[in-house]
């Protein structure tokens, strides 16, 4: 595989192009770095190449990996978050992406009142409609939106989602376009703002991009394919030694 930062920097030139293309400045759109199933050394290398936000999809892969990296990074929780974890993923998380229902905004606003934490969280939203994934409906969102702005410790930023995964990218721009409209909407509605928006993921960034992301989530295309969960277990007893 090549060096991680000649492949950051073939992304960086597409995320620029995106932006010229769509009359905005690369300087809006920040890289999540998802170390998903990758060790504490991969984490090291992709600092040391210059990122510093990164991602994880599980409290509980993140709770022994965040501790063995290296400090410095701002951990961003992107994976589906239960209610039982919220306490740990206050704990090492800054930002929660995938915040899907009422109940746990209310969850999540007691512990982090109770622990003295003042996380950063996004609404995910199922633009697509597929019963696979989590989320919002978009006609529920203004219900999550009052519940989350009641909140003293929760800092609502903005929106997340998921395209569906197609073979063409830009059959996914109809998603992020319509996350943009619907953010849109809700902030004229609301008088808010809500400059995150998470979307695109290593096979569709750049259309993300053109339509408006400011977070895109990126794993296989900086780090290659991820280690089997056997790989990930060796990784984990290496860096507990």
Known sequence: ????????????E??????????????????????????????????????????ENKVQEAAWK??????????????????????????????IHSVDSVELIRRL?????????TPEILLEVNVSGESSKSG?????????????LACRSLTLSGLMTMAPFVP??????PVFARLRELRDTWERDFGIGLPRLSMGMSHDYIPAVEEGATWIRLGTVLF??????????????????
Do not use: Y
């Open 224 to 241: 290659g394919a991820r280690p089997t969960l056997r790989d990930l277990a060796k990784a984990q007893a290496a860096a507990l030694l």
């Open 136 to 148: 919002f409906a978009p006609e529920a969102v203004p219900a999550a939106i009052e519940a989350a």
């Open 14 to 55: 597409n995320l620029a192009d995106a932006c010229r293309r769509s009359g905005r400045s690369p300087d809006e759109v920040e890289i999540i770095a998802v170390t998903k199933t990758h060790g504490p050394d991969v984490v090291r290398e992709a600092w040391e190449a210059g990122l510093a936000k990164f991602g």
């Open 109 to 117: 606003e007691s512990i982090a009142s109770e622990c003295g934490c």
């Open 66 to 95: 965040i501790p063995e990296s290296v400090s410095g990074p701002e951990w961003h929780l992107i994976g589906h978050l239960q209610r039982n974890k919220v306490r740990a993923a206050l704990e090492l998380f800054s930002t």
């Open 168 to 173: 063409d990218p830009e059959m996914a721009r």
């Open 1 to 12: 595989m090549r060096p991680l930062t000649e492949i950051l920097a073939e992304v960086s």
